[in-house]
């Protein structure tokens, strides 16, 4: 396999064929088609069994449930057009109800007699904020993750790989490797990617390894320093994973990554092919990405009691056939 | 306190009143304002802490997550009208992959080079399946959880007590009783009431007591009884607890209860009153209420192997000000 | 040409072929593609010019205009699942304001000093009610209108022959053919065809006949009849046009042809090809397709005076790109 | 009445009460509550009758309808936030169609035997475009048009005086007014005025005078400015009426009137009110207001031929119980 990353990875490598070779090995290196057999939708995540439930239990020491998830609602990082921020919209209100505008009450359910209620309903993009990619949200020459056709996906939904294939299935250990605070910095820059050397000197540096089924959270502090004034967060350039992180993640079975930026890997890519990381390892590989998970508070935490490793309980909604989904995301310590 | 709750209540009572006074007397008896402060928006979930917590992980011994959560689907049980099922409206597809339609890419990320996806939005009434109600999700004459003003849910969502406050403080023992089981039946009939004396037979022949800070799951069959052929399942008569429960669930100090059915509580309602049981232990005792959780696997699994009691993860989406969210709620064991 | 229609079709002819000799004679009979250049993308419209619109006005005799338009809520013909009725969403409402909720404004405008308002959001199926197919609406064998592929009408929409290309085009003379009238029923039955007999029939009752660029809207009472009691009416069996009355529609040069159901050509259709009227007048012809035109008010005021020629303003929103529009026809006599 | 506008009015009044006096003297003067009966929803498009129409009908010489609307898309003036730009949202493509995923045909009507076609759901705030405001959109001191209470408008829509009540009601004579025209320059500035010595004047020079019943369509070059570069076009400063508009409107007897702006009136407002021309002419006189008309193409057909008025047919959805409803607006020469 070439190996064309440098230690630190910071500049798109210069290669006659714009990486082609290289994605092309990478993608043979690290495929999972077939590994769980032709029916499997789950991919990566197969590697989750009870011995690792069991063990990601074990890591509940302080009782300490800490949120990865950013709020869904107008202050979001999606500025519009390809992906909005989600709308609230209530059918029902408080003030309907202080108004005496709900007697008899709205359904047919009689009258009020002193109750009340709110409702609303939500308009979401399912990648809006916090989310976990499907397996049916990326195609490659027209296949998505085990040979399935991209065809598959149509306006009605996903007809396999659908986003429901995850729930109940992201219950494991996670790691956090938190690079700004290795790299004694705020956070990356955008276009700064995150390989394999550097995340094996975090691992090393707080006595850590990542084994099979383990979920890897990887932290660049992107979103600390966009928190409010996003910018072009959601698209634009990025720090992230490198594209040489794909065998890493191979060679160790990780079952699902996530990071704190808006699309795992680092913008722009590395190669002339837009987020090579999800063709290798998302498509062919069947890892699970997370993007926009909330990595600061649980930074925090670790920073402050030395322990990166925890239970991780983060099951997405299952939206049948979706490409993603929002999830309320834990680490329990 | 008056009691006129019958062993297995199954009509409604005849009182004078309406139920007017047993209603009184029960908010009065149940009411936790003011007892975690005047700024509190979590309510019984703060009877959830660090040792709550330890306990549950615990209780994962075989490594098994059982999904409690429906489809989020056009299957799903809302008719229309007061409530839709979600829709998932497809905003880039395979078979534009597929067709060629994704070159250059969508979002104005340049040439496919064989890279295709998907992507949707959903349109989504936050209580259209299985849901957490949020503490301004019901109003009692004007106030919400807490003494605060229903006015303050306005258009723009609740300005306080919003399902937000709650992602990340549902982790915690579960414990389910399974009443038909119980009973010898398939399952309970509209209009059946599960009381206290029920309850506690169930949890006395599993050898099993409930701890301040625990999930009480009650699973009346119904959902398994209307699945695939919802009828009025949203909304309609069915069965659940008897308002009977609420002093019940106070005196456990239990911080979240949910059922298989649409309202938690027994419907048509035992007293004049639509749905007492939120009134008093939702608005008054701050309690999670979750509805149309499907227990079905979960029982199926308790019945082989005997127990009862779980690590229940059930995190709501943080979509700020609403009053409700879907939930990936799980029961590991 | 094949001729199998009867005087009043009112079953499903018998032919060995299931249709598919007539279907594609019909083709070619009545297609209009390159007609009026291959940019083209408003088909039959191009035959309304400026003697047409002046000749329309010319009708303008009493001064009054008559709605053909049904409401757009929750009470419509949509029961669900393949589209949904419109779904009215308040983002401010009076209750608000008289609540002191909008005090300083929603949307930054500073204090309210007296001042309030109601803002809404519409979900809305473009076909949900009244509406205008565009020539984007249906494809055959892979093809649109004028030869365009269908495959330029992706998730982001169409890329030519959308809805927008019709706005500000349809004004003209349009002629009303009540056939419950003439036949003496209340409505015609679900099934029952209306062919070029029975239309030159009422024409030649009324002394009218049809001129190129005029748009013919034929009542067969079936709206009337389903008011508020729906049942299938959106996508059941129904009465309406034959497809015979497609070399009809295109000797005479019609522009635009609605009916008061909800897909213009009787259902279940004459012959083993779906909707096949759509394929060749609309497909072929370029035919603009009004569905679910309420043409009861019309309809009384026609018998009361006696003329059944009318102006006809019903312009579509320019929703770029879509396959239809929500429209306010207007029959102004 | 105090008069404190100036011929040109371009800066807001220095008065001592900041323009409470004047907001009550205009009230007073303009007001048409009960002109035509408590019951009442339609306000000064009662004054629009069969004399009316005909003599708009009349005004068609050439044959020529001109849209006024915009395009209702991504492109649209809604940058987000307060209201979006409408998203559309295809639930069937011409790629499903070619790529062989419409067979059989969603929506159980068989197999496709070569038949395909699109279908779409638009996502659209009613005002996110060219529309008309209801007479339930504006509020002053909890009262809306007729003396309603705004407590009538509620989550679930306007009980009275919703946008359905115009539908059918809008054809009229109209009148163009190009104000930078008449200056000599490309756009009027934000925060210029057009006052009624303004409008007087360019009627004078184009010999034309203003009827009961009439549209006054009012252009400042303020979208032709801003057209693709939108900005704070909806909602930031802005030219447009003066509130001194208010008494012309009502001696005029002008049933509807539309500009080229977000909101008709200019911005920032003359007085220390938030759009108190909608709290004079819409909420107390009942005017119909329009708002984003695209007035450009009329502009220069005026020009071209020196006719500056036109049958004015622009008839809102009737979406029940809405704010507002987007329109396709004609003038027809």
């Given at each position: 396999m070439t190996d064309i990353a440098p230690a630190r990875p910071t500049a798109r490598p210069v290669t006659e064929d714009g990486g082609t070779q290289l994605l092309h090995d990478y993608i043979a290196a690290c495929s999972n088609w077939g590994r769980w057999g032709e029916d499997d939708q789950v991919g990566a995540l197969n590697l989750v069994g009870p011995e690792q439930v069991v063990r990601a239990a074990g890591l509940v020491r302080r009782g300490t449930p800490i949120s990865l998830t950013m709020p869904y609602d107008q202050t979001g990082p999606q500025p519009g057009g390809f992906r909005n921020n989600p709308q609230l919209l209530l059918t029902a209100t408080g003030t309907d109800h202080v108004g005496n505008a709900q007697d008899p009450l709205p359904g047919g359910f009689g009258p009020s007699r002193g109750f009340g209620f709110s409702d609303d309903v939500v308009v979401m993009a399912t990648q809006c904020g916090t989310q976990w990619d499907s397996l049916s949200h990326i195609f490659w020459e027209g296949r998505m993750f085990n040979g399935r056709s991209a065809g598959q996906v149509t306006t009605r939904g996903?007809?396999?790989?659908?986003?429901?294939?995850?729930t109940g299935r992201i219950v494991m250990r996670g790691v956090l490797v938190d690079v700004p605070a290795h790299r004694g910095v705020a956070a990356l820059d955008p276009g700064e990617a995150v390989g394999p050397a550097e995340v094996d000197a975090f691992l090393d540096a707080h006595d850590l390894s990542v084994a099979p089924g383990d979920a890897l959270l990887v932290r660049t502090g992107f979103m600390a320093s966009r928190r409010g004034a996003w910018g072009d967060y959601a698209g634009g350039a990025a720090p992230g994973l490198s594209l040489h992180m794909a065998p890493w993640l191979r060679a160790h079975d990780v079952a699902a990554v996530a990071t704190d930026?808006?699309?795992v890997e680092v913008r722009p890519n590395e190669i002339d092919y837009f987020q090579p990381l999800h063709v290798v390892s998302l498509v062919h590989g069947g890892v699970a990405f997370g993007e926009m998970f909330d990595l600061d508070a649980l930074a925090q935490d670790c920073a402050r009691d030395g322990v990166y490793e925890f239970m991780f309980v983060a099951s997405p909604l299952p939206l049948t056939g979706a490409s993603g989904s929002p999830v309320s995301a834990l680490a329990i310590k």
């Open positions: 996903a007809e396999a790989n659908g986003i429901e294939n995850f930026t808006w699309g």
